[in-house]
């Protein structure tokens, strides 16, 4: 447990550093681009992520999870994931001209090649960063994607200050990669694993089809509704709904990141020692529902004051938004865990099976939903996310048997601290006649009582993931005193 705290922990400073670069990168573009130019963006991305995200059918997380791994296993990761990066490449880059057409966006050929020049080169970064989460060395891990995150943003920022426009998303896409794959042969310079090899190819494939197809949805999930905003709206509107995505993403960035990041390791970890995981899924249920629920709500509270200052006052029209996905985001908790516990349980078919029915049935929902306008779009959120959260309760049910009234306790305790996590933001808003459109003060006020009453109420109520409060204060508080003391003695 205490190597999975070391994990937690250096995956928490990963998400965190990629956090902070990704809040700084949306408040400096957001103000230094047009809604249309960073929906052109969107599009591209969107179109490049859905078509790499194919090479997980090989995914070098086979490597995790498999008991004895040798040199052969890992140059047949390698060689099969460059090899699928290329094809996916050349698909792009052929394919340019006719998607530019499709979207009438003549700018999408050069930005939707660069992609597939990058695409190929992060290709060799994913076996060595698979090998790097297998041993739970997770302060690797964080150095290449938070400095691999920091070039992106740097990047793109100063094309867009050369005036390079939404083309600077893809210079800086370009430039993250190659520094991604400089920084993971500095860490792991196995340079044996370039020599080609098939030896382990049937594994990789048992592993990965499963992964691929379930990865692939979920990059679909994600991108296909700016995508078909992008055909049928003004590309205004695609602007619009990303940024108010992004905007309620970051609770998840923030809190949420980290667990899904170590979870799969740590389940296989207790899997391999053979010891139940049941206790472990609840307990981290309860670590979900304690931090994402109040930080949620207190988003759909705050979501003004937060798109200002995230934003700027121009994006104001995506405020609603930000309220409407917050709200529904409530009935996402489980859905984080529900591949990590499958395939370390070897449920790679049931984790397939799960992601498919709640991805694909979602995705028709949201689609409809997109020819009705962007409201419509969002408020379908009610409809696919509490859908997709019974799904996963059901699906992990059959691998780790747990009772109903097991997780109620859990979801109750952690209600509990929810209610008292937003009593403060709701008195600040009735102070304010319940106008949503807080000043900045009233926000930080609103976020100071929030904090306060989250961690009384861990406390009162002893809710598990106060043990995690206190290791945290066990650990830092003699590094801070002694510095506080240093300081005095200077």
């Known amino acids: 447990m205490s190597a999975v705290r070391r994990a937690f922990f250096m995956a928490i400073l990963e998400q965190y550093s990629q956090v902070i670069v990704s809040v700084a990168m949306i408040t400096i573009l957001s103000r230094m681009l047009s809604s249309s130019e960073i929906g052109i963006a969107v599009i591209g991305l969107g179109i490049g992520t859905i078509a790499l995200t194919v090479r997980e059918f090989v995914t070098s997380e086979y490597l995790i999870q498999r008991g004895t791994l040798t040199r052969e296993d890992i140059r047949t990761s390698f060689t099969l994931t460059l090899g699928f990066s290329m094809a996916i490449g050349c698909a792009l880059f052929f394919s340019a001209p006719f998607l530019s057409r499709f979207y009438a966006a003549p700018e999408l050929l050069a930005f939707i090649k660069i992609l597939a020049f990058a695409g190929v080169i992060d290709a060799a970064?994913?076996?060595?960063?698979?090998?790097?989460?297998?041993?739970?060395?997770?302060?690797?891990v964080t150095r290449i994607n938070a400095i691999g995150s920091i070039t992106n943003a740097v990047a793109t920022i100063a094309f867009v200050a050369l005036h390079f426009g939404f083309m600077s998303f893809a210079w800086g896409t370009l430039a993250s990669a190659v520094v991604r794959m400089l920084l993971a042969f500095h860490t792991r310079p196995i340079f044996w694993m370039l020599n080609p090899c098939l030896k382990s190819w049937r594994a990789a494939f048992a592993f990965g089809s499963y992964k691929g197809a379930s990865t692939l949805l979920d990059r679909s999930y994600e991108a296909l509704p700016q995508l078909v905003l992008g055909r049928i709206m003004p590309l205004t509107a695609v602007g619009l709904y990303n940024r108010a995505n992004l905007v309620c993403g970051l609770p998840d960035k923030i809190l949420l990141s980290a667990i899904f990041s170590v979870a799969f390791p740590a389940f296989a970890s207790e899997v391999r020692a053979e010891r139940d995981v049941k206790a472990a899924y609840l307990r981290i249920i309860s670590y979900?529902?304690?931090?994402?629920?109040?930080?949620?709500?207190?988003?759909?509270?705050?979501?003004?004051p937060i798109v200002r200052i995230a934003l700027g006052p121009q994006w104001s029209e995506t405020a609603p938004l930000v309220q409407i996905f917050a709200l529904a985001a409530l009935f996402w908790f489980p859905n984080i865990l529900t591949f990590p516990v499958l395939v370390a349980m070897g449920a790679n078919r049931q984790a397939?099976?799960?992601?498919?029915?709640?991805?694909?049935?979602?995705?028709?929902?949201?689609?409809?939903?997109?020819?009705?306008?962007?409201?419509?779009l969002a408020l379908s959120q009610f409809i696919v996310l509490p859908f997709q959260m019974y799904l996963s309760l059901v699906y992990v049910r059959r691998q780790v048997p747990f009772a109903w009234g097991e997780l109620f306790q859990v979801l109750y305790r952690s209600g509990l601290v929810t209610m008292y996590a937003i009593a403060g933001p709701l008195l600040v808003l009735a102070a304010n006649r319940f106008q949503f459109d807080m000043?900045?003060?009233?926000?930080?006020?609103?976020?100071?009582?929030?904090?306060?009453?989250?961690?009384?109420?861990?406390?009162?109520?002893?809710?598990?993931?106060?043990?995690?409060?206190?290791?945290?204060?066990?650990?830092?508080?003699?590094?801070?005193?002694?510095?506080?003391?240093?300081?005095?003695a200077k």
Do not use: K
């Not at 989250?454 to 508080?477: G, K, Q, S």
């Open 125 to 140: 970064v994913c076996p060595i960063v698979a090998l790097l989460r297998r041993d739970l060395t997770f302060g690797a």
């Open 352 to 376: 397939f099976e799960a992601n498919f029915i709640g991805r694909g049935l979602s995705m028709l929902v949201i689609c409809a939903a997109s020819f009705f306008g962007l409201y419509a």
């Open 439 to 488: 000043s900045i003060a009233q926000a930080c006020i609103a976020g100071l009582l929030s904090a306060i009453g989250w961690l009384a109420a861990l406390a009162y109520f002893r809710h598990p993931f106060f043990d995690e409060v206190e290791n945290i204060a066990r650990i830092a508080m003699p590094a801070l005193l002694a510095r506080i003391n240093t300081a005095v």
């Open 288 to 304: 979900i529902t304690a931090l994402y629920w109040p930080a949620t709500l207190a988003m759909a509270i705050l979501a003004y």
